[in-house]
């Protein structure tokens, strides 16, 4: 893993969907969960800093994807950690419904194919402890970080703001898979008029560093990236 910002860290050594640290007064957080089967991957992260799974007081969720709560369940049985979610992602992440994609999207055995091949796999149940929405404040991990709702690549999805770190978790509301800022995947966004709405919402915040679900988290002017890429859309 390496450092974002102080106490803050983006896990390494996992093939999709990016998972961060965040080391608080409270005990650790982490922001999402990746594929299933990472949790072996995720505790040898953590124990480059002398951490246990048990350790992870928190495991935030930006969005019920496979790349993002794959490990999920795992994840809380071995730690105890508090699972908070946006309502609507929550009976998705319970296994009570299923994910819900592009309306073209078929779940055809090419697409199964091209998830397996993206290290995608399964999304076994979790259960969630508590529901977050735009405006919450979570102190306790860290003084001042913001929940905002970030719509329309998953209707739940949330980013998470800290205003004072000038530091952004936007969740797959955008990604950086080239190292530009992109668009979600087509096949996966529900609803991509609501996305760029995220986008441009987002890039109203005063960002300084910028941590994606997808691609090499942006820690240098972020801002004037965000803001060139959302006034394209
Ligand atoms: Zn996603
Ligand atoms: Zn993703």
Known sequence: MYKISEGVY??????????YLIEGADGLTLIDASVEGAEGAIERELAQRSYTLKAIRRILITHAHPDHIGAL????????????????????IRGEQPPKYAPDYKDSPLNRRFSAWLGIRGMPPSRVDRLIAEGDLLPEVLPDLQVIEAPGHAYGQVAFYSPERKLLFCG????????????????FTPDMAEAKRSIKKLAQLDVERLCFGHGVPMTRNANARLRAFAAKL
């Not at 983006?10 to 999709?16: A, H, K, N």
């Not at 369940?73 to 998705?92: C, D, M, N």
């Open 172 to 187: 797959d509301a955008m990604v950086r898979l080239t190292g530009r800022l992109g668009l979600p995947l087509a096949p």
């Open 73 to 92: 369940a795992a994840l809380a049985q071995a730690s105890g950690a508090t699972v908070y979610a946006h309502a609507l992602e929550a009976p998705i």
């Open 10 to 19: 983006t896990l390494q050594g996992l093939r999709v969907g990016r998972v």
